[in-house]
């Protein structure tokens, strides 16, 4: 069956440090990949999104991920994070075209300390 | 612009009850999924409608049926109620294959 892992399920992180958020996929063909955010209280985001073409997808407050197919992870990044970056990010996928079936992994919590 | 609205927000309801819950998607979106989020899990895809008709289904039991209106909006109604069915139930609304906008949720518990 098809599933998405995240290895990280929490992550501490002081302010201006670097971020890298694991994500792997189990899917064969072509796949549609994606990073939500949940912030404390609030809804899920998306944060950015593969569908196809450049594999580097830059997305919202600074985000980006990089999908590998041979390694078939989608891992998000982020340069310098910030205390409002605490939250909880989902990563997802979907095999079937666009938002049809969308397998989500089981989050990594992120707590930036100021 | 309203975005996706769900109530009611939260509702106990005990063991063996029936639930429905309630999702208007945003609007000019045609499209309605609806996710389960057990505690300390991602969300899990239920089902997704669209014109209607159930276009997707998850591995969810036949207990959890769902109905889309001509208007778009949604229902999803689970029967027989169990304890493993206390989780918070997201829906989702997308007007194009490519971007979907979540509501808040309604947190069913079980008892």
Known sequence: AQSVSQHNHHVILSEAASLELGCNYSYGGTVNLFWYVQYPGQHLQLLLKYFSGDPLVKGIKGFEAEFIKSKFSFNLRKPSVQWSDTAEYFCAADQSGGYQKVTFGTGTKLQVIP | ?111
Not at chain 2, 4 to 25: A, D, F
Request: net charge negative; aromatic share 12%.
């Open chain 2, 1 to 111: 612009d309203a975005g996706v609205t769900q109530s009611p927000t939260h509702l106990i309801k005990t063991r063996g009850q029936q639930v429905t819950l309630r999702c208007s998607p945003k609007s000019g979106h045609d499209t309605v999924s609806w996710y389960q989020q057990a505690l300390g899990q991602g969300p899990q895809f239920i089902f997704q409608y669209y014109e209607e008709e159930e276009r997707q289904r998850g591995n969810f039991p036949d207990r959890f049926s769902g109905h889309q209106f001509p208007n778009y909006s949604s229902e999803l109604n689970v029967n027989a109620l169990l304890l493993g069915d206390s989780a918070l139930y997201l829906c989702a609304s997308s007007g194009t294959p490519t971007e979907a906008f979540f509501g808040q949720g309604t947190r069913l518990t079980v008892v």
